[in-house]
C-alpha cells in the first residue's frame, strides 16, 4: 500500500520552457502532498507543502511565481517549473501523506523526476 | 530552527555485520521519527517508523528511541551489500507533517 507514482521520470528541454510534473498517490487519498527538489550528494530540500483545496505553503526562498503548485484533488498534485533555465536543473521529488487520529502516518515518495535544462 | 543531525559518514561495515546509524534532534516536541534508505539517483524509501520509547524490530531492522537524550538510531543486523545506501533520518513534529531531514549517512557494505 501506499503508492506514490510521479511521472515524468525525466526530462530534458531547452532554456525558457516550462516543465509540468505530477503526483499522484495511487492507493489512498493524500491529503497533504510535499515537493522537494535535491542537488547531487547534498539532502533533500522542500519546497512547498500542498494540502487539497488550498494554496501552497512555500519555503523562505522558494519562489511561488516560478514554481507553481496546484493540489486540486486527494489524489494529484502538480509541479510547474516556469520558463525553466539550467540552474533548476535537479532531482525533484514529490511525497504524500494523509491524515490520521495520530498524526502518525510518514510521507510516502514517488520515484522522483530529474530535470534537465540545457 | 529544528535541526536533525547524522554522521555523514561514509560507514564501512563487512558484510554480515551490524551497522549502527544514529541520529539526533533538537526539537523536543518532536513525535514521529522515520528512517528512510536512499540509494544513489533514486528516491527516499521507507523502511522504518517508531512513535515511543524503546526498540522496534522489522526483519534485520531494529529502530531504537530514546526522547530524554533526543536521539534514535537503526541497526541493520547481518548487513549486505545491497543495503549500501544512504540513510536519512527524519523526524517530524506537531501536526503539521512536515518532516525536518538530517543529511543523511552513507553506508557501505563490503562484500
Known amino acids: 500500500g501506499a503508492v506514490v507514482s510521479q511521472h515524468p521520470s525525466r526530462v530534458i528541454c531547452k532554456s525558457g520552457t516550462s516543465v509540468k510534473i505530477e503526483c499522484r498517490s495511487l492507493?489512498?487519498?493524500?491529503?497533504?502532498m510535499f515537493w522537494y527538489r535535491q542537488f547531487p550528494k547534498q539532502s533533500l530540500m522542500l519546497m512547498a507543502t500542498?494540502?487539497?483545496?488550498?494554496?501552497?505553503?512555500?519555503e523562505q526562498g522558494v519562489e511561488k511565481d516560478k514554481f507553481l503548485i496546484n493540489h486540486a484533488s486527494l489524489t494529484l498534485s502538480t509541479l510547474t517549473v516556469t520558463s525553466a533555465h539550467p540552474e533548476d536543473s535537479s532531482f525533484y521529488i514529490c511525497?504524500?501523506?494523509?491524515?490520521?487520529?495520530?498524526?502518525?502516518?510518514?510521507?510516502?515518495f514517488g520515484d522522483g523526476t530529474r530535470l534537465s535544462i540545457l | 530552527q529544528k535541526e536533525v543531525e547524522q554522521n555523514s559518514g561514509p560507514l564501512s561495515v563487512p558484510e554480515g555485520a551490524i551497522a549502527s546509524l544514529n541520529c539526533t534532534y533538537s526539537?523536543?516536541?518532536?513525535?514521529?521519527f522515520f528512517w528512510y534508505r536512499q540509494y544513489s539517483g533514486k528516491s527516499p524509501e521507507l523502511i522504518m517508523s517508531?512513535?515511543?520509547?524503546g526498540d522496534k524490530e522489522d526483519g534485520r531492522f531494529t529502530a531504537q528511541l530514546n526522547k530524554a537524550s533526543q536521539y534514535v538510531s537503526l541497526l541493520i543486523r547481518d548487513s549486505q551489500p545491497s543495503d549500501s545506501a544512504t540513510y536519512l533520518c527524519?523526524?517530524?513534529?506537531?501536526?503539521?507533517?512536515?518532516?525536518?531531514f538530517g543529511k543523511g549517512t552513507l553506508l557501505t557494505v563490503n562484500p
Open positions: 500542498s494540502n487539497e483545496g488550498s494554496k501552497a505553503t512555500y
Open positions: 517508531i512513535y515511543s520509547n
Open positions: 511525497s504524500a501523506t494523509y491524515r490520521d487520529t495520530f498524526s502518525n502516518q510518514p510521507q510516502h
Open positions: 492507493d489512498f487519498q493524500a491529503t497533504t
Open positions: 526539537d523536543r516536541g518532536s513525535q514521529s
Open positions: 527524519a523526524v517530524r513534529g506537531g501536526s503539521n507533517y512536515k518532516l525536518t
